[in-house]
């Protein structure tokens, strides 16, 4: 099994903002360099790479700035938002069964230009899923989770002053984290509840920011972790995609509101020793406030329907059961396709987060609800 | 960025069916030759039991709403001309895993422009209509039944 046979020694990040002047490749480069120092290896050693499919820069065009060597792995994960952990994890098997010795992974995005936005650049005729909801009006992923969230709300009676309580916790943890880019802007119920619907029942304060910058983080095996790093090990690790899943308009299996997640987790679990019980803190990925909701449940942090009520409750905060995307996430950190969500996790076991969870001695890390996706357990 | 409404490409074996019988305001889905599945949106083989072998099966155009959306700004320039509107994800009356997505209209041969999202609500009762946008694409769309066919 691949439990605890490698562990994260370096987390790299470039700064975040709105907009950002060197190009994706340069950022890729600052990100890998700041988390190989971060881990004390040098680029030379570097010999597995993984990042998402949506990267625009090759692996070799990375792989020659940084001065990597001989490179033995390099794999790539689809689904955007589904992706960090996978890349994650498979770069773990690669260097847990020993095709490779050192893995880098890594996510650099400039989004903050709104031209840049995917929506932005659907073609004249679609040929894809998507030909079956996009002309219909169902333009971008906001609008496809809006479907999904109205559901839920109808389902289970839950209200935007509760759904409210993510776009909140994670703002009050952003005010309290300098790297975050909502760092100095407070929000307030009022400010939520009177804030411009984008696709109703989400507003603008249930969508992830648009921004730039670039994340990275180094992997190893365990038995080579030296005294000088801070490993943060790979518990247990899983993908998934659910049965009759359609990527963000998964509305045509028998319950739409029963995604990839609870495949993942169902198999995460499976793996590990640390069950939902034991888990001190979580990130979950972000891009839409449901998410969250949707995930608790599908990790088994609560019951159906039960999700809102744990949040409003008070959950997710810091002194709450199950604190959540402690940084900010990407609704107030910054929106990097969820990579942030890992960083911080090692920050937390580290014990050197800017909103410390106390005692935090495992996370789950878990990506987008509505695409195929994965989640990792990570443990001091 | 395009000025135009996406459309469907309509032409692709896997689906051309479905295509070519909205021009004939006929809503229908596959049917596999061999276990009778119905299925939608269509795809070559069967998940139940992997035929290859399917027809097309005519839809009573009914079904009840399951959800739906009010995009607003920002959008592509079409669809803001259309704003505001409501697209439904809607139940088949003949098997409620069978879900259509497409815009409303307020009437019978109506606009999609100028549907509010307080005109609809989950379960309620609609019936297909097909718009014309091209000459080979029939926009699946959805109009709310006459009072006295409610759902759940």
């Not at chain 1, 010999?47 to 940084?66: H, K, V, W, Y």
Request: with cysteine; glycine share 8%.
């Amino acid at each position: 099994m691949l439990k605890d046979q490698t562990a994260i020694v370096g987390i790299g990040e470039t700064r975040f903002a709105k907009r950002l002047e060197d190009t994706e490749w340069a950022l890729a480069c600052q990100a890998i360099k700041a988390a190989l120092d971060d881990a004390g290896i040098d680029p030379s050693e570097v010999d597995a790479m993984g990042c998402f499919n949506q990267e625009t820069t090759p692996e070799f065009d990375i792989a020659r700035s940084l001065g990597f060597g001989d490179v033995h792995f390099f794999n790539q994960v689809a689904h955007g938002g589904g992706a960090a952990c996978g890349v994650l994890g498979q770069v773990a098997m690669a260097v847990a069964c020993g095709v490779a010795n050192v893995g880098v992974v890594w996510r650099s995005r400039k989004r903050g230009d709104p031209s840049k936005r995917q929506w932005a650049g659907v073609q004249p005729r679609i040929a894809d899923h998507w030909k079956w909801s996009r002309p219909h009006g169902l333009l971008r992923p906001v609008d496809e989770v809006a479907v999904t969230m109205r559901r839920y709300m109808h389902e289970f009676n839950v209200t935007r002053e509760q759904l409210a309580t993510v776009a909140l916790s994670q703002r009050a943890y952003a005010n309290n984290n300098p790297k975050a880019i909502m760092a100095d802007k407070t929000l307030s119920l009022d400010d939520y509840l009177s804030g411009r619907m984008i696709s109703d029942p989400l507003c603008l304060y249930d969508n992830c920011l648009e921004s730039d910058g670039a994340i990275a983080l180094v992997l190893v095996r365990s038995t080579d972790v030296d005294r000088h790093q801070q490993p943060v090990y790979l518990h247990a690790f899983s993908q998934g995609m659910s049965p009759q899943h359609q990527l963000m308009t998964d509305y045509h299996g028998h319950n739409p509101l029963q995604s990839s997640s609870w495949t993942t987790a169902a198999n995460l679990w499976r793996q590990s020793d640390i069950q939902p019980s034991d888990i001190k803190l979580a990130q979950i990925y972000d891009a839409f406030s449901p998410m969250i909701l949707y995930c608790l449940e599908a990790y088994g942090f609560c019951g159906r329907g039960e999700a809102a009520d744990f949040i409003a409750d008070g959950g997710m905060s810091q002194q709450g059961r199950l604190p959540v995307n402690t940084s900010g996430g990407s609704l107030s950190e910054v929106y990097l396709h969820g990579m942030n969500l890992l960083t911080e996790a090692v920050r937390q076991l580290r014990g050197e987060a800017a909103n410390q969870v106390a005692a935090a001695d495992s996370c789950l890390v878990a990506t987008c609800d509505s695409t195929p996706n994965g989640a990792v357990v990570l443990r001091r | 960025m395009i000025n135009d409404l996406p459309l469907p490409v309509t032409n692709d074996p896997v689906d051309h069916g479905f295509w070519a019988s909205a021009l004939q305001s006929q809503l229908v889905v596959q049917r596999c030759s061999g276990c009778r599945l119905l299925r939608f949106p269509p795809r070559p083989m069967c998940p139940k039991c992997q035929s290859s072998d399917s027809g097309w099966q005519v839809m009573s155009g009914r079904g009840k709403v399951w959800s739906f959306a009010t995009p607003a700004s920002p959008l592509l320039p079409a669809f803001e001309a259309l704003t505001p509107y409501v697209t439904a994800v809607v139940s088949l009356d003949e098997h409620e895993d069978l879900r259509v997505v497409g815009p409303l209209l307020l009437a019978p041969g109506g606009d999609i422009q100028g549907v509010r999202a307080d005109q609809l609500s989950i379960g309620q009762a609609v019936s297909i209509e097909f718009k014309r946008l091209a000459d080979d694409v029939a926009l699946p769309c959805w109009v709310l039944e006459p009072s006295g066919r409610q759902g759940e």
